[in-house]
T-cell receptor, first 113, second 113 residues
Framework: GAVVSQHPSWVICKSGTSVKIECRSL??????MFWYRQFPKQSLMLMAT?????????EQGVEKDKFLINHASLTLSTLTVTSAHPEDSSFYIC?????????FGSGTRLTVV | GDSVTQMEGPVTLSEEAFLTINCTYT??????LFWYVQYPGEGLQLLLK?????DKGSNKGFEATYRKETTSFHLEKGSVQVSDSAVYFC????????????FGGGTRLMVKP
C-alpha cells in the first residue's frame, strides 16, 4: 500500500517552454505533498509543501511564479516548471505523507535544452 | 532549526566488508529517524526507520539504532554486496506524518566485487 506514482520519469524540453510533473497517490489520500529538487551529487532540497485545496507553501529562494504547484484533489499534486531554462535541469521528486510515514515518487529527470 | 549531519562520501568498500555510515542530528522535541536509499536513476526508497529512543530499525541486512544520548542514528551492515551501491540519506521528522523531512547531505556507497 501507500504507492505514489510520479509522471513523467524523464522529460527533455526546449528552453522557454513549460513542463508539468504529476504526482498521484494511488491507494491513499494525501492531504499533504512535498516537492523536492535534487542537483547532481547533492541532497534533496525541499521546494514547497502543498496541501489539498489551499495554496502551496514555498521555501525561501524558490520562485513561486516559476514553479507552480497545484493540489486540487486528495490524490493529485502537480508541479509546473514555467518558462524553463537550462539551469532548471534537475531531478524533481514528490513525496506524500500518510498515516504511517512518507512515500516518495520515483522522480522526474528534467533536461532543458 | 532541525538538522541532520552524515559522513561525506564516497565510501568505497569491497564486497562482504562491514559498513558504517554515521548520522547525527539536532532537533527540537523527539524526532522520528529514517534512512532512505536512492539507487542510480531512481527516487528515494525508505530503508528503515525508528520512532523512539533505543528503537532499532532493520531491513535487508541494514540496521540503525536510535541513540538519544548521542543524538545519532548510524547505519550499519555486516556484509555489503555490489547491489548495495547507492546513495544513502539520513533524515528526521518531528512528527510521524504531516510534517516535512529534514535530510542529511547523502552518502554515496560504492561496493566493488
Amino acid at each position: 500500500g501507500a504507492v505514489v506514482s510520479q509522471h513523467p520519469s524523464w522529460v527533455i524540453c526546449k528552453s522557454g517552454t513549460s513542463v508539468k510533473i504529476e504526482c498521484r497517490s494511488l491507494d491513499f489520500q494525501a492531504t499533504t505533498m512535498f516537492w523536492y529538487r535534487q542537483f547532481p551529487k547533492q541532497s534533496l532540497m525541499l521546494m514547497a509543501t502543498s496541501n489539498e485545496g489551499s495554496k502551496a507553501t514555498y521555501e525561501q529562494g524558490v520562485e513561486k511564479d516559476k514553479f507552480l504547484i497545484n493540489h486540487a484533489s486528495l490524490t493529485l499534486s502537480t508541479l509546473t516548471v514555467t518558462s524553463a531554462h537550462p539551469e532548471d535541469s534537475s531531478f524533481y521528486i514528490c513525496s506524500a505523507s500518510h498515516r504511517v510515514g512518507y512515500t516518495f515518487g520515483s522522480g522526474t529527470r528534467l533536461t532543458v535544452v | 532549526g532541525d538538522s541532520v549531519t552524515q559522513m561525506e562520501g564516497p565510501v568505497t568498500l569491497s564486497e562482504e566488508a562491514f559498513l558504517t555510515i554515521n548520522c547525527t542530528y539536532t532537533a527540537t522535541g523527539y524526532p522520528s529517524l529514517f534512512w532512505y536509499v536512492q539507487y542510480p536513476g531512481e527516487g528515494l526508497q525508505l530503508l528503515l526507520k525508528a520512532t523512539k529512543a533505543d528503537d532499532k530499525g532493520s531491513n535487508k541486512g541494514f540496521e540503525a539504532t536510535y541513540r538519544k544520548e548521542t543524538t545519532s542514528f548510524h547505519l550499519e551492515k555486516g556484509s555489503v554486496q555490489v547491489s548495495d551501491s547507492a546513495v544513502y540519506f539520513c533524515a528526521l521528522s518531528t512528527n510521524n506524518a504531516g510534517n516535512m523531512l529534514t535530510f542529511g547531505g547523502g552518502t554515496r556507497l560504492m561496493v566493488k566485487p
